[in-house]
Every structure is written in C-alpha cells, then in structure tokens.
C-alpha cells in the first residue's frame, strides 16, 4: 500500500490540487479520501456527493452526525472516504 498525503500550502501548489480529480479516482476506488467534515460548497463535500454517490441532504446529515458526535466516521464500503471532526 501507498500512502500519499497532499497537504496545501506546503506539499502542492493551489494549481496542482486542483488538478488532482478525487471525484475520478474514488469512483476507481483508487484512494481513501480522509479530511474534514465541512458540509457546504468544499472539495470533500463534492468527494462526498460526486465520488461517494450520496445526495445533499444525506452528505450533510453524515457530516453534521460527525461533527455532533465529535468522532471519525467512515463512509466504507460504499465510498473509500473517512471524516474527521
């Protein structure tokens, strides 16, 4: 197994991260997205709904469940995505 961890502002310039498709490569199951729970207009909230397959309200109902519980939660095995509050 490969880890890679992109961390803005220090390991990849703005333009390369946003050249990077997450959506793409969750959909191939390709990586295991971990980040933030930020419900709203972010990049893991468009992993969440686009790679994830979850619509509005049930990737913000997750996010804020997260968030409440102030605990990680998962999205595996349906999407290789993990949040974190």
Known sequence: MKLTVLE??????ED?????????L??????????LAVPGLTVVSACVEFGGGFDVRR??????????AKETGTL???ANISLLR
């Open 16 to 24: 390369m991260a946003t050249d990077i498709d997450f959506v793409s």
């Open 76 to 78: 595996y095995p349906q």
């Open 26 to 35: 969750l959909k191939a199951r390709d990586i295991h997205y971990v980040s």
């Open 8 to 13: 803005r502002g220090k390991d990849v310039d």
């Open 59 to 68: 990737r913000n109902d997750f996010m804020l469940k997260v968030n409440y």
